[in-house]
């Protein structure tokens, strides 16, 4: 029997007053959409660390200390391999310095509000990407009380 497991990934959602770090994705799937920091997690690693490991890789910053935001599924495709299943771990995080430079595999980086981003219509690349924005309004609009 062939099971269809989920693939763990991780990601830090990046906050600066009411924006959000954005990176255009500089490969296929979803080449040009909107992303978040974050991708598969290695052998060994926390959560934590993945997600610190790919925010460092994709925009070149870290962080102090995250919180985590919550867990989401969603399907990811491979070349060979088709589409399977990923169980995303998110953080968040409050920018304190560095400028975000896109490398590995994001195309670009970019602040955006946070009330922008989400909008139908709007191409964020993975459907659970909705979902956790939804959830970071949700923390900044509490922390900000």
């Given at each position: 029997?062939?099971?269809?497991?989920?693939?763990?990934?991780?990601?830090?959602?990046?906050?600066?007053?009411?924006?959000?770090?954005?990176?255009?994705?500089?490969?296929?799937?979803?080449?040009?959409?909107?992303?978040?920091?974050?991708?598969?997690?290695?052998?060994?690693?926390?959560?934590?660390?993945?997600?610190?490991?790919?925010?460092?890789?994709?925009?070149g910053l870290t962080l102090g200390s995250?919180?985590?935001?919550?867990?989401?599924?969603?399907?990811?495709?491979?070349?060979?391999?088709?589409?399977?299943?990923?169980?995303?771990?998110?953080?968040?995080?409050?920018?304190?310095?560095?400028?975000?430079?896109?490398?590995?595999?994001?195309?670009?980086?970019?602040?955006?509000?946070?009330?922008?981003?989400?909008?139908?219509?709007?191409?964020?690349?993975?459907?659970?990407?909705?979902?956790?924005?939804?959830?970071?309004?949700?923390?900044?609009?509490?922390?900000?009380?």
């Amino acid at each position: 029997m062939i099971y269809d497991y989920p693939r763990a990934c991780a990601g830090i959602v990046v906050v600066r007053g009411a924006q959000v770090l954005a990176l255009r994705r500089a490969h296929h799937p979803r080449r040009g959409y909107l992303d978040l920091p974050g991708g598969f997690m290695e052998a060994g690693e926390s959560m934590e660390t993945a997600a610190r490991r790919e925010l460092r890789e994709e925009t070149g910053l870290t962080l102090g200390s995250v919180r985590a935001l919550g867990i989401y599924w969603d399907r990811y495709f491979l070349k060979g391999f088709g589409w399977f299943p990923t169980l995303n771990f998110y953080y968040v995080g409050r920018w304190r310095s560095g400028v975000p430079q896109a490398a590995d595999d994001a195309a670009s980086a970019e602040w955006i509000a946070l009330s922008r981003l989400g909008r139908p219509g709007q191409r964020l690349a993975w459907k659970h990407m909705p979902q956790v924005l939804r959830d970071v309004r949700r923390l900044v609009g509490r922390s900000s009380r």
